[in-house]
């Protein structure tokens, strides 16, 4: 009776075993996918980077609202309206409160990190997760209204979220780009201030990253 018993039991443990194969596989084969979704923008550059990213435009042909970032190879669109925009494009916050044309504090912001269903729509949604690399002096450049326009970065610092002071009104014309630091939305905000240093822009030009 014994000897039957302990072949019954062999038996459906030889029955169950490919089943809880194939669940290991499973479990292993997501856990690999969602590590891949977390290193998405480490390891390629975001879907807006492409081998003319920084092609030359013809005078006449600024037709849409672009930011250029060369230190990150990034040419993202922008917009202004609620916090929506910041699924396709980096937000414009507060327009009335400045823009490259009439000067004032032109805020930008834009996600830091945000996990999409594949490693492309991961890079997609995390244009600024590389921001930290950004230094002192480096350019920015913004199209808006069918003129180009440069930034110089002067300052790069962390604040609380709480400090809402960064989205002031200004009398000196600037930029103000943020996001989120790697803690999280709760934790604070990685910031980008820069001056306008020249309107105007030649668009047959290229981009460069700073001052040579």
Same mark, same amino acid.
């Given at each position: ?13 030889? *029955? ?17 996918y969602v590590v891949s979704l977390l290193l998405a923008p ?15 435009? *013809? ?5 849409? *609202? ?139 030009h290229p981009l460069v990253v700073n001052k040579p």
């Amino acid at each position: 009776m014994m000897k039957r018993s302990t072949l019954l039991r062999a038996f459906i443990s030889q *029955q169950r075993s490919p089943i809880w194969l194939i669940v290991a596989l499973i479990l292993l084969g997501s856990g690999l996918y969602v590590v891949s979704l977390l290193l998405a923008p480490i390891r390629g550059a975001a879907p807006f980077v492409s081998s003319g990213w920084n092609q030359p435009v *013809q005078q006449g042909m600024l037709h849409d *609202q672009r930011l250029y970032i060369p230190r990150l190879q990034l040419n993202l669109p922008y917009a202004a309206g609620d916090e929506s925009v910041l699924n396709d494009a980096v937000w414009h916050r507060y327009p009335e409160r400045g823009d490259p044309e009439k000067g004032g504090n032109f805020i930008l912001a834009g996600h830091r990190f945000v996990m999409g269903l594949t490693p492309g729509e991961t890079r997609r949604k995390s244009p600024f997760y590389a921001i930290n690399t950004v230094k002192v002096g480096d350019y920015l450049y913004v199209d808006f209204n069918g003129r180009r326009y440069q930034y110089e970065v002067t300052r790069h610092y962390e604040v609380k979220p709480t400090q809402v002071d960064i989205e002031a009104e200004s009398a000196q014309p600037k930029m103000t780009l943020y996001t989120c630091t790697f803690g999280g939305e709760t934790d604070g905000r990685d910031v980008l201030e820069a001056k306008l240093v020249q309107k105007d822009v030649d668009p047959t030009h290229p981009l460069v990253v700073n001052k040579p």
